[in-house]
């Protein structure tokens, strides 16, 4: 996600949209097709946060339950845990011996590029609000990746609407303004 962090901060605060806007994003950014996503469940969220000792925000579960797609940009968090796409074997990969997969221990990795650019929660510092902040790692830099300029989201919410407008933008600037708008 290095084009989105490239972008520097967010600019101001935040726009607070609705999950309707969120989903008419995330529609208009990823219209082209995206991948089916298995549907999380009580079950599948409680076992992803005792296996990787967090919580998972509501607000990513909640968006994860309406969005049919939401794995074409997110770890999968549904009942598929053989999936590749899996957020339990995504982290396995990025947290194994190899040295080119290599992020810090705390980082819950959520999203990846084929590039190795990774989205994730900063397991060590627990918000006031009860979310884990989402920060970038560049995981072909390994562990001693210096993550300090990029930006920092305090909430999930915050990064999930930057990155979809971020997207939704590029792949059309005038639907997506329509859809800011009506906030």
């Given at each position: ?15 607070v ?23 999380p469940t009580?079950?599948s ?37 053989n ?8 982290n396995r990969?990025?947290h ?13 990795v959520f ?29 072909s ?8 300029r ?7 919410n ?5 990155t979809?407008t ?6 059309d ?11």
């Amino acid at each position: 996600m290095r084009r989105v962090a490239e972008l520097g901060s967010l600019g101001g605060a935040a726009r607070v949209l609705t999950i309707e806007q969120l989903l008419d994003l995330f529609a208009v950014a990823f219209a082209h097709g995206h991948r089916r996503s298995s549907v999380p469940t009580a079950e599948s969220v409680s076992r992803i946060n005792r296996e990787l000792g967090i919580v998972l925000p509501v607000s990513f579960v909640e968006f994860s339950r309406r969005c049919p797609g939401y794995s074409t940009l997110f770890a999968s968090i549904g009942e598929d845990f053989n999936d590749a796409y899996h957020i339990l074997n995504i982290n396995r990969d990025f947290h194994g011996d190899e040295p080119h997969y290599r992020v810090p221990s705390w980082l819950v990795v959520f999203n990846h590029g084929h590039d190795e650019d990774c989205d994730g929660f900063d397991s060590r510092k627990l918000g006031a609000d009860g979310e884990y902040p989402v920060v970038y790692w560049d995981a072909s830099q390994g562990v001693g990746f210096d993550n300090a300029r990029w930006p920092v989201f305090t909430r999930f919410n915050d990064y999930l609407e930057f990155t979809l407008t971020y997207h939704a933008n590029i792949s059309d600037k005038e639907r997506a303004e329509r859809i800011i708008r009506t906030a």
